[in-house]
């Protein structure tokens, strides 16, 4: 049987200018990220080498989202290449963003992306 740890980071909350339109850039969206990185449980864990530093990841994910993207699937690759290339040892890895207020006239609600990927072990 294969166990694994998962290391969330959850509720991630931005203000930033991503988006296709001109004026997301002008006036920045609010967005909120949610990643789940899965680890190996099978092996020994004594220090953060070992895992997932939620330090590091959220430094990571922050300078990514501080950037300019028109896209939030972008946005997903460019955290997911990010983590992959800072923690070796994934398993699996989830990325989720939504942007909370999208510039869609009389909407109620966000929209949203989700990235997941595994990696054979």
Do not use: W
């Not at 339109?21 to 002008?26: Q, R």
């Not at 983590?83 to 909407?107: C, D, H, N, V, Y």
């Amino acid at each position: 049987m294969r166990s694994h740890f998962r290391i969330s980071l959850e509720g991630l909350l931005f203000h930033a200018p991503h988006g296709v339109y001109e004026g997301e850039a002008l006036t920045g969206n609010g967005f909120e990220v949610d990643v789940f990185l899965d680890m190996d449980a099978g092996v020994p864990v004594s220090g953060l080498e070992d895992t997932v530093n939620y330090v590091q990841a959220y430094e990571l994910i922050r300078s990514i989202m501080d950037g300019r993207q028109a896209l939030l699937e972008t946005l997903c690759q460019q955290i997911a290449t990010a983590l992959e290339g800072s923690f070796s040892g994934l398993q699996r890895l989830e990325i989720r963003i939504r942007k909370r207020t999208p510039a869609i006239p009389s909407f109620s609600g966000s929209v949203g992306v989700a990235l997941v990927k595994s990696y054979d072990a």
